[in-house]
């Protein structure tokens, strides 16, 4: 008998796939909707036979909840590295828009509690540090990262009004760089990236002069904050991420030594409006939720070589085809 249902939408993706876990591992039963844009079925593939999982491969936007009992949903589809989001920029905005007003509708009829998977990139390049959740951001409304900052901002104000308006159960958390296994090696986001260079003996590319800042939190740390921001009564919006700032040419270093690789650092080209400093303030999920990160910011890179070892080495050794 399980608790509730939970609605985890992005649940093939790297964050989503975690909570489908976490959530059936805590005795609820879990829908996972995904359009599979940027997921990967073998993020869930070991979930699939556990009687109270569920895969649903749909668009958000289009998504219709026809069993009882649910309790919540957690809002996460949306592509997340800018790789991806570059690439579908018009179906980012729509998700952030219809996805979410779509989700929130469910919530509402359903009286469930929903949750919203948002981003640092609301605070855009900062110009407060590190930055707090009463700061405005500093976005650019057009320029290219603007799909996936902008849909965010929307479905922040969205999730506010339908709690304003229908007094919907909402809680809006801010995302900061999460790291851990089922990245994909190429999404274009600097660990994995980095990570599969130095496995592969490749070149290591660092952006720019590679002393922009940021703060990685270990992916299990990540999906503890979000169950418990989940289950409390509060609204938000509340920051998740670590406080420990890294420079991406110290970072790089760092993997460099991890894997125990001799691969070169090569610089190429910073992307547009790419943001120079970026570090959580948390002293509102520490107060509200009693959450730090605990996982060292070495052993989350640790345990994230290993896996990434471990899939280069099953592709490796795959019988040809
Ligand atoms: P991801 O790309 O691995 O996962 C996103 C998932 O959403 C994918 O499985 C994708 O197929 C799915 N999806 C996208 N559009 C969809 C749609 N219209 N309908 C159904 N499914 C759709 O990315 P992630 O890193 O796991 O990020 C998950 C969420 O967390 C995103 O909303 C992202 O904005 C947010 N977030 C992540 C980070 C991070 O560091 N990973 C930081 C801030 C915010």
């Known amino acids: 008998m399980v608790k509730g249902r939970i609605v985890v939408t992005g649940g093939a993706g790297f964050l989503g796939s975690h909570l489908c876990e976490r959530a059936l591992n805590d005795g609820y039963g879990v829908i996972c909707v995904d359009n599979l844009l940027t997921g990967r079925l073998a993020n869930i593939a070991h979930l699939m036979a556990a009687e109270e999982f569920a895969f649903v491969e749909c668009d958000v936007a289009d998504y219709a909840y026809h069993g009882g009992d649910l309790v919540a949903i957690l809002h996460f ?3 997340a590295s800018p790789a991806d989001y570059l690439r579908v920029p018009v179906e980012t905005l729509l998700t952030g ?6 989700m ?13 998977a948002s981003t640092s990139e609301v605070y855009g390049d900062p110009q407060v540090h590190p930055q707090p959740e009463s700061y405005w951001g500093h976005v650019n409304p057009i320029g290219p990262r603007s799909c996936y900052d902008e849909a965010k901002r929307f479905a922040e104000a969205l999730t506010t009004a339908y709690r304003g308006v229908h007094g919907t159960d909402t809680a ?20 994995p990236t980095l990570i599969s260079q130095a496995l592969a003996g490749e070149p290591m590319t660092v952006t720019g002069d590679g002393l922009q800042t940021r703060s990685i939190c ?6 503890e904050g979000v169950f418990r921001m989940l289950w409390s009564d509060h609204p938000g919006p509340c920051n998740l991420g670590s406080t420990y700032e890294i420079s991406m040419l110290d970072l790089a270093r760092l993997i460099r030594d991890l894997v125990g690789s001799d691969a070169p650092i090569v610089h190429v080209g910073r992307p547009t409006d790419d943001p120079r400093v970026r570090r959580p303030d948390i002293a509102l999920a520490a107060k509200i939720l009693s959450w730090e990160p605990s996982v060292s910011m070495v052993d989350g890179l640790r345990s994230t070589i290993r896996w990434f ?3 280069s080495a099953s592709v490796i050794g795959a019988p040809t085809p």
């Open 77 to 79: 589809a949306s592509a």
């Open 172 to 191: 809006i958390v801010r995302l900061f760089n999460t790291f851990g296994p089922r990245m994909r090696a190429h999404d274009g986001r600097a660990i």
């Open 97 to 102: 828009a219809l996805g979410t007003r779509r």
């Open 218 to 223: 270990y992916v299990d740390d990540l999906v």
């Open 309 to 311: 070892a471990a899939q």
């Open 104 to 116: 929130l509708e469910i919530a509402r009829e359903r009286d469930a509690r929903f949750l919203l």
